[in-house]
């Protein structure tokens, strides 16, 4: 029997298998697709900070080096929000090889185009997993399994009752365009009632003539295709391109679960709903919700007791370094989906670019609840966020 | 009664799988639906992106 079966190798399960190694487990690593990493279902933007938690990224991973996000309100007037540090806009397909293999180096195995079809349980405790391999089921027993699947697994249903909920969602579609004509060094952000419901379009550049642009709005009658083809039918610097990749997915924006951890069992990363509820980046939050489930599963493993109790830590923590934080952004993204396209070009007025940096990370909300007060009608709302 | 999905139209990007309450559906090379699990309660029709999905009541 090896130590931990991860499933899923995407940032979350890379990171913790990573680490699990690192630290001497034996850790086998499942992925679902044939190609890890592809397709991708992602803009591909990152924060140039993220490698504080894994190093280096090197330069073949990146299509774009950028200054931070152009945030447009409705009326077209937009916010420069700068990163202390820039950010990059990847290619997901080669980081997320090279954070496998990063794993890999540490000592995980890891094996691609394997579909789990279910776990395993012994006496109340998850021990295992049934799969399959190149048409071959096979059955595989270990001491712990983490959860890394993503949202689109029901695995984590099975395990712990968790779903995302369709309010809590938003419906998103990309097209990565080429032949096109981009400003490649901010990504842009589009916000707007009827560009976006509750969402918004985004443009992340890969040079100045490819980019990923997308839409992710909420659930509702007209289908995120709708809105793209509008926004991309009113800019003749888009509409000239063409589409060269489709990506589609749902992306938790809400939702944050307060229980992680059953008997052998823990989930992380976007699977658990770690994702940025604001504008729904999820990789930084992965890698650090897989890399803080690495550390709590070594000493649980050291004692030889992987029992919910134990394990729980991890809520604990997770609550504690993140969850508090992405609560915030929570009230945030609830506040900011009810203000009219009229309210948001005030606010593009009333607010510094810097604040939007800090509001996406859940600080300084007080500063807007401040902002929005000044119109009587939004003062119960903005009581939201203080 | 009845769910169906429309295989040229889906891009299995596994939106459906996300938001299903009864973990009726999984993702494997295409969509699997268990009519054992499924309640047709819609919602897997509401939050796909590209219109794949026609559950009738």
């Known amino acids: 029997m090896i130590d931990v079966i991860i499933i899923g190798a995407g940032p979350a399960?890379?990171?913790?298998?990573?680490?699990?190694?690192?630290?001497?487990?034996s850790v086998k690593i499942f992925d679902r697709r044939a190609e890890i990493g592809s397709p991708k279902r992602c803009g591909e933007g990152l924060s140039e900070s993220t490698q504080e938690l894994i190093g280096k990224i090197p330069e073949r991973c990146i299509a774009q080096k950028i200054k931070g996000a152009r945030v447009y309100a409705p009326n077209g007037k937009y916010l420069d929000a700068v990163l202390d540090l820039g950010g990059f806009v990847l290619e997901r397909k080669v980081f997320d090889k090279w954070l496998a293999e990063q794993a890999i180096k540490a000592g995980a195995e890891i094996q691609s185009n394997t579909f789990i079809s279910s776990l395993i349980k012994d006496d109340g405790y998850f021990t295992g997993v049934k799969g399959e391999f190149m048409g071959d089921e096979f059955e595989e027993k270990a001491k712990m399994i983490v959860c890394a699947t993503g949202a689109e697994s029901p695995l984590?249903?099975?395990?712990?009752?968790?779903?995302?909920?369709?309010?809590?969602?938003?419906?998103?579609?990309?097209?990565?365009?080429?032949?096109?004509?981009?400003?490649?060094?901010?990504?842009?952000?589009?916000?707007g009632n009827k560009l976006a419901p509750r969402g918004y379009v985004w443009i992340f550049p890969k040079g100045k003539e490819r980019a990923n642009v997308?839409?992710?709005?909420?659930?509702?009658?007209?289908?995120?295709?709708?809105?793209?083809?509008?926004?991309i039918k009113l800019h003749p610097e888009l509409n000239k391109g063409s589409i060269i990749e489709v990506n589609a997915g749902c992306v938790p924006v809400g939702g944050l679960v307060k229980d992680m951890v059953t008997n052998g069992f823990l989930v992380c990363g976007e699977a658990a709903h770690h994702v940025n509820p604001i504008h729904g980046g999820g990789i930084k939050e992965a890698i650090g919700s897989g890399q803080l489930a690495a550390d709590v599963i070594k000493d649980c493993l050291k004692k030889n007791d992987v029992s919910k109790k134990t394990l729980s830590k991890f809520n604990d923590l997770w609550w504690e370094m993140r969850g508090k934080r992405l609560r915030?952004?929570?009230?945030?993204r609830e506040v900011v989906e009810k203000l009219s396209d009229e309210d948001l070009n005030d606010l593009a007025?009333?607010?510094k670019p810097e604040d939007l940096i800090e509001f996406s990370r859940g600080s300084k909300l007080s500063v807007l609840a401040k902002a929005l007060m000044r119109k009587p009608k939004l003062i119960m709302l903005a009581k939201n966020l203080i | 009664m009845a769910w169906r999905i429309i295989n040229k139209k889906c891009i299995k990007c596994g939106g459906c799988v996300s938001v299903c309450p009864f973990a009726a559906l999984e993702l494997k090379e295409n969509i699997i639906h268990d009519e054992k699990l499924c309640t047709l309660c819609g919602i897997c029709e509401k939050a796909c992106p590209v219109e794949a999905i026609k559950v009738e009541k």
């Not at chain 1, 890379?14 to 630290?23: F, I, R, S």
């Open chain 1, 156 to 191: 984590r249903k099975q395990a712990l009752g968790i779903f995302s909920q369709l309010n809590l969602i938003d419906s998103c579609l990309q097209y990565e365009m080429s032949g096109i004509e981009i400003d490649s060094e901010f990504i842009h952000l589009y916000l």
């Open chain 1, 214 to 231: 997308g839409v992710g709005i909420v659930p509702g009658e007209k289908k995120p295709k709708f809105y793209l083809d509008e926004f």
């Open chain 1, 13 to 25: 399960g890379t990171a913790c298998g990573k680490m699990l190694a690192e630290n001497g487990f």
């Open chain 1, 328 to 332: 915030n952004v929570e009230k945030l």
């Open chain 1, 349 to 351: 007025d009333a607010l």
